[in-house]
C-alpha cells in the first residue's frame, strides 16, 4: 500500500469509476490484464465521484497550457483508480513502459508534451526513477471523446 499512503500524503483522492454520459455503454475493460502486463485503455480527467472534470474543450482556446496540465494530472489518477480496481494494491505495478497522450488541441497549440507531462510527472513522483520513467508519445488531436481535453492509455509490468 506503498503508492495509495503517498497519494494520501500528497492528499490526492483515486476517483470512482467514470459515469458515461447519458448511460453510454462501452465494450471493453478499463484495464486489460496479461501476465506480467497490464494494458489500460484511453482515459480521461475525472472528478472523485467519477464524473467528467469539468475543464473540457480544447487546449490553445477553451483551456490554457496550465490547466490542461491540471486534466493530465487528473487523468493520471483516473488511470491509478482504475489499475487499482484491477489489480487490488498498486504496488504490483513494477514499471510504467508506455504512456500514450492524446491531447484535444485549438488550430496552432503545439505545446502538448507539457500538457502530458502532468500525467508523467505524477507517475515519476509516486513510483520514483526507477520504476516511474515510460516511453511516451504526446499528440494533439482535432476531437477527444465528450469534448475532453486530454485522452492517455498506458502500459505497466506487473508483479
Known sequence: MRIENRLAELGLELPQPMKTPSGLELPFPWVRLWPGRAFVSGHGPLH???????????????????QAYGAARATALAVLASLQRALGDLDRITAWLRVFGMVNTAPGFNQTPAVINGFSDLIIELWGPEAGPHSRSAIGVAELPFNIPVEVEAEVAVD
Open 48 to 66: 472523485a465521484d467519477g464524473s467528467l472534470w469539468s475543464g473540457l474543450g480544447k487546449v490553445g482556446s477553451d483551456l490554457t497550457a496550465e
